[in-house]
């Protein structure tokens, strides 16, 4: 890897003037959004703008969809669909828009995707960013970068942007047109945030450069109550996943681990899989070849509070995947007092401490995973012991933690002081 100087975009600090919080103005740029407050998907996004807000920075949102031709509706993703209810998010935010520019699912004609999106949302966020007397561009996503990049460089202020995973289509980092898109904004962006450590060996190779990049964990909602009850207080063994079910998530290793278990004479238990995705046909179906769809159910996708009442009524969290770059739903399950096992080398490695706060198992094997369940099961004292402290330790990860972060690493591009000093 070859480690270049920071780019021209970067502000001369000793020329920079600290800026008051409450005048500080950060705008997010984002692909990804909830449709109404309190909806699951994009909502990390909507929780790390609103952790900012809290925190007393002007905060401005961005949020930039494609608009399909109707007749391709049905193979539009589901975070491009629905409408986004600008009036209740207006309230919340200093300013809030969105804009819509052409696009073809599935990647078809990438190249006039690509200019129809950077020509409409290059407008619009140079629109909110002079209006909102920006001190930051903040883009979500790496597809947002280029434009946040040309934006930021007109206006002489500093781009960051936060990256939540490898996008697993091949074609949308490997192709060359994309790359050559996506590998010189992404290294001349100021900041490059990644939500967990495992993504630095692919973005910064991706880059070029590692020096710019900051580890900022995303945050994780904290349950409304307390669990009533103890984990394995009953003679069922509640074992829970929530995910979107695609590739890599590792639900289809949880199925074989407990057919495994199975095998052994532990059939005491009943596994809930709470997500919905194109993996979710295949999965059904795995299930019932192993003979336990009469344990497994899939209850799809749910709004938050009851995500929350399914954790608070289990014992154990289970989800080996081999694909994960932070892993929120692993905390909201260690908040909720449950066991969470995860795959060791991946994002949960970093909250999870083996044996401490949870389990860690090699990827890609269904007699690990049925081993740690076994292992947990048969010693119900040590699995309280370890639920404890994983849920005193998810408090670390509240979104207010993480609004704190985000502005640390702000502070090292346009330096912050308090509002009243």
Same mark, same amino acid.
């Given at each position: ?15 920079v ?17 909830p ?15 609103? %952790? =900012?807000?809290? $925190?007393? /920075?002007?905060?401005?949102?961005? #949020? ?5 031709? &109707?007749?391709?509706? !049905? ?43 950077r ?13 909102a ?14 434009? %946040? =990049?040309?934006? $930021?460089? /007109?206006?002489g202020?500093?781009? #960051? ?5 490898? &996008?697993?289509?091949p !074609? ?47 945050g994780?909602?904290l ?16 074992v ?10 590792g ?40 003979a ?9 996708a ?20 081999y ?9 909201e ?5 449950l ?83």
């Open positions: 890897m070859v480690a270049v100087a920071e780019g021209a975009l970067a502000p001369d600090m000793s020329r003037r600290p800026i008051p919080s409450d005048k500080y103005s950060v705008v997010v740029l984002t692909p990804w959004f449709n109404h407050p309190g909806e699951r998907n994009g909502s990390y996004i909507y929780d790390s703008a609103v %952790a =900012l807000k809290r $925190a007393g /920075l002007q905060v401005s949102v961005l #949020v930039c969809r494609p608009a399909f031709p &109707n007749f391709m509706d !049905r193979w539009a993703p589901e975070w491009t669909r629905g409408t986004i209810d600008n009036e209740a998010f207006a309230k919340e935010f200093d300013h809030f828009a969105v804009t819509r520019y052409f696009g073809l699912p599935r990647g078809w004609f990438r190249q006039a995707t690509n200019a129809s999106q020509l409409r949302v290059r407008s619009a966020l140079e629109a909110m960013a002079r209006g007397r920006a001190s930051v561009i903040h883009a979500q996503t790496e597809g947002m970068t280029p434009m %946040a =990049l040309d934006v $930021a460089r /007109l206006l202020v500093p781009a #960051v942007v936060t990256i939540h995973g490898v &996008n697993t289509d !074609r949308y980092l490997g192709s060359p047109q994309q790359k050559a898109l996506l590998s010189p904004a992404l290294r001349d962006v100021n900041r490059l945030v990644l939500v967990g450590e495992p993504l630095r060996s692919v973005f910064g190779e991706y880059a070029d450069r590692d020096d710019h990049i900051r580890i900022v964990p995303n994780v909602q349950p409304r109550r307390r669990r009533s009850t103890p984990i394995l207080a009953t003679n069922v063994i509640r829970v996943s929530v995910s979107n079910l695609n590739e890599g998530k639900v289809d290793i949880t199925l074989d681990a407990l057919a495994l278990l199975d095998s052994r004479g532990i059939r005491n238990w009943s596994y809930t899989i709470v997500g919905d995705g194109p993996e979710r046909p295949g999965l059904e179906a795995r299930a019932r070849k192993l336990i769809a009469d344990r497994a159910f899939f209850v799809g749910r709004a938050p509070d009851d995500v929350f009442e399914t954790l608070l009524a289990s014992d154990l969290f289970v989800l080996p995947s694909r994960e770059a932070f892993g929120i739903a692993y905390l399950a260690m908040a909720c007092g066991v969470a096992i995860g795959v060791a080398g991946q994002g949960p490695e970093t909250f999870i401490d083996d044996g401490e706060t949870g389990f860690l198992v090699e990827p890609h094997s269904a007699r690990a995973v049925a081993d740690c369940i076994a292992q947990v099961i048969e010693h119900p004292p040590d699995a309280r012991r370890v639920a404890e402290r994983a849920a005193h330790h998810a408090q670390a990860f509240s979104w207010d933690a993480h609004a704190r972060r985000l502005i640390d690493v702000y502070s090292e591009l346009v330096p912050m002081r308090a509002a009243h000093s």
